[in-house]
Each structure stands twice: as structure tokens, then as C-alpha cells.
């Protein structure tokens, strides 16, 4: 039993991080270097903690992306 639960794990663990790499992709930062991409993400999380405008401005950018699909 252990071993499936670990095996699904896994696999959604998997499919979490290619979702992720997908979003890299969407934004059309495929060809950007990883520190560059690792160091936004962190100025972006330190943004967001701060701001509640940032958050929702980006989330309605985000969304428009996605075709108001709310992903």
C-alpha cells in the first residue's frame, strides 16, 4: 500500500512541475536563463507579500492569458 501512495505521489508531483514549466512557456520566458527566471520569482514573491494591488493586478494579467479561464 505504502508504495502506491508513494508511486502517486510521485506522479502528481510529476504532473504539478511540468503544469509549472508549461507556465514558463505560456509566459515566453522558454529561452531565459533558470537564475533569471528563480531570481523573479523570488522578487515576485517578496512583491506579493507586500502588496494586495500587485497580487490582483497580476492575476487579472494572468487571467487574460489564459482567455478568462481563471487558471
Known amino acids: 500500500m505504502s508504495r502506491n501512495v508513494t508511486s502517486e505521489s510521485r506522479k502528481k508531483d510529476t504532473r504539478e512541475k511540468i503544469a509549472l514549466g508549461g507556465l514558463i ?26 502588496d494586495d494591488n500587485e497580487r490582483a493586478r497580476l492575476t487579472s494579467i494572468g487571467a487574460k492569458a489564459f482567455g478568462n479561464d481563471g487558471q
Open 25 to 50: 512557456v505560456k509566459a515566453g520566458l522558454r529561452y531565459e536563463k533558470r537564475a533569471l527566471l528563480l531570481g523573479a520569482l523570488i522578487d515576485l514573491d517578496h512583491r506579493l507579500k507586500s
